[in-house]
């Protein structure tokens, strides 16, 4: 398969590029900055963009998807409550055919009610509910620290050698694993629900 981590915009976020090699179909994840670099990148790759996947709704990550549907004809992907216009709506569990990749949709709301993580290929996208090092903050519209302890439990269950890629360079590296961030993240630590949403409003 291919995948690109493509660095973009004013606020250190991640846009993600999914191919298939052999069929050149693509999906764009979180396209809201440098439209014209994310295009031509897949063009340079022979690439045909059937998709954007948003992780959630949150404008540094949407604000490109109107662009590119025109530009493509890609189908807007996105959570079922997400509130972006969207041809396909999507819920936990659900997978999206990118050629022969399956990208798996988990749900996980926290940082806010339409986040999802996408699971392909031993890799997965955590948007702004994981980075690496951190958790994505629960103080904003829509967020809920019990809703994040949930949806970072969730992920915990995922094996330790899947690769996380954020949607911000926030870390200290550009990607890690579910190992790395279980060992590393302080976000992560063993705590009860209570005790995390008391971590949640520490400064
Ligand atoms: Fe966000």
Redesign the pocket.
């Known amino acids: 398969m291919i995948f690109k981590q493509v660095p973009v915009g004013a606020v250190q976020n991640f846009s993600y590029i999914i191919g298939d090699e052999s069929t050149k179909k693509a999906a764009l994840v979180d396209p809201a900055w440098e439209v014209d670099k994310l295009l031509q990148m897949c063009s340079d790759m022979g690439l045909t963009v059937l998709y954007v996947i948003n992780t959630?709704s949150?404008h540094?990550?949407v604000g490109g998807n109107d662009a590119v549907s025109r530009r493509t004809g890609a189908k807007v992907v996105a959570h079922v409550s997400s509130p972006v216009r969207k041809d396909i709506p999507v819920k936990d569990g659900d997978a999206i055919k990118v050629g022969e990749v399956s990208v798996e949709v988990i749900h996980t709301p926290g940082?806010?009610p339409d986040h999802t993580c996408l699971l392909f290929d031993g890799k997965l996208l955590t948007g702004?509910t994981l980075f690496v090092g951190e958790c994505?903050r629960t103080d904003l519209a829509g967020g809920s620290a019990v809703e994040m302890y949930e949806s970072l439990n969730k992920l915990l269950k995922l094996d330790d050698y899947i690769e996380v890629y954020p949607?911000h360079d926030y870390g200290s590296k550009k990607s890690s694993t579910i190992g790395y961030e279980r060992q590393n993240n302080y976000t992560l630590k063993k705590r009860t629900r209570e005790e995390f949403i008391q971590f949640m409003k520490e400064p």
Request: hydrophobic share 0%.
């Open positions: 959630h949150h540094d990550h940082h806010c702004d994505g949607g």
